[in-house]
């Protein structure tokens, strides 16, 4: 089994031509850096959307939340808006068709990914597991639902630090990072909910392990 991520850039045809191009500058870095550190091929398409396989799927919902952190740090040059977002659907499964390219393989987990990110229209959801298990996938319809309603109160300082807390940095080493002090840290850490964001990760992780030894 494995995780296939599928992306879009929200509102991506809002952003200016070199805004555009800050946006998928700072993904593709971060999807190197994905690839150096959980072995997470990702690959950009059709201008804003994204798609990747991670080969341990209990690490998928670390790679998606490193994505989305990186993009919500950008500011939004469009008044307004809010922070620049994607969406995101995670699929668990086989893969059948392994290619040179990822976006050339296929099997279950693509397909799943796929076909989910297809259904998510609006605002929200913003980010769904799909596996063959309901019971699994209706568990998380109710987690990531709640975690949109954390993260739509989110700032780019507060997706700032999320994201050095994803990399097990300590609080003053994430101060020294953003030139703020330790204590601002802590109340952007607590004000963007980490211990909760925290839990999450861990309980995706236990049951990706515990279906992926099923």
Same mark, same amino acid.
Request: hydrophobic fraction near 45%; charged fraction near 25%.
């Given at each position: 089994?494995?995780?296939?991520?599928?992306?879009?850039?929200?509102?991506?045809?809002?952003?200016?031509?070199?805004?555009?191009?800050? /946006?998928? =500058?700072?993904?593709?870095?971060?999807?190197?850096?994905?690839?150096? $550190?959980?072995?997470?091929?990702?690959?950009?398409?059709?201008?804003?959307?994204?798609?990747?396989?991670?080969?341990? +799927?209990?690490?998928?919902? @670390?790679?998606?939340?490193?994505?989305?952190?990186? &993009?919500?740090?950008? +500011?939004?040059?469009?008044?307004?808006?809010?922070?620049? @977002?994607?969406?995101?659907?995670?699929?668990?499964?086989? /893969?059948?068709?392994?290619? +040179?390219?990822?976006?050339?393989?296929?099997?279950?987990?693509?397909?799943? $990914?796929?076909?989910?990110? @297809?259904?998510?229209?609006?605002?929200? +959801?913003?980010?769904?597991?799909?596996?063959?298990?309901? @019971?699994?996938?209706?568990?998380?319809?109710?987690?990531?639902?709640?975690?949109? $309603?954390?993260?739509?109160?989110?700032?780019?300082?507060?997706?700032?630090?999320?994201?050095?807390?994803?990399?097990?940095?300590?609080?003053?080493?994430?101060?020294?990072?953003?030139? /703020? =002090?330790? $204590?601002? &840290?802590?109340?952007?850490?607590?004000?963007?909910?980490?211990?909760?964001?925290?839990?999450?990760?861990?309980?995706?992780?236990?049951?990706?392990?515990?279906?992926?030894?099923?």
């Amino acid at each position: 089994m494995q995780a296939v991520i599928t992306g879009d850039l929200i509102d991506s045809t809002t952003f200016s031509a070199s805004a555009l191009n800050t /946006i998928l =500058n700072a993904m593709n870095r971060e999807f190197d850096c994905l690839k150096a $550190s959980m072995w997470a091929e990702f690959r950009l398409f059709r201008g804003d959307s994204f798609q990747g396989v991670i080969a341990d +799927p209990s690490l998928a919902l @670390d790679a998606a939340l490193f994505i989305k952190t990186r &993009v919500n740090m950008i +500011p939004n040059e469009v008044k307004g808006k809010g922070l620049i @977002d994607v969406k995101m659907a995670i699929g668990l499964g086989v /893969i059948d068709l392994k290619r +040179p390219s990822i976006l050339e393989s296929n099997g279950e987990a693509f397909q799943l $990914s796929g076909r989910t990110l @297809d259904v998510m229209k609006g605002d929200y +959801p913003r980010l769904l597991l799909k596996t063959n298990n309901e @019971d699994i996938n209706d568990e998380f319809d109710v987690h990531f639902s709640l975690f949109d $309603s954390l993260t739509s109160k989110w700032s780019v300082a507060s997706a700032e630090v999320i994201y050095y807390m994803l990399k097990g940095l300590k609080e003053r080493e994430i101060a020294a990072e953003l030139g /703020i =002090n330790q $204590s601002a &840290v802590n109340h952007r850490k607590k004000a963007a909910n980490w211990d909760s964001i925290a839990l999450l990760l861990e309980r995706y992780r236990r049951v990706v392990t515990t279906l992926k030894q099923a």
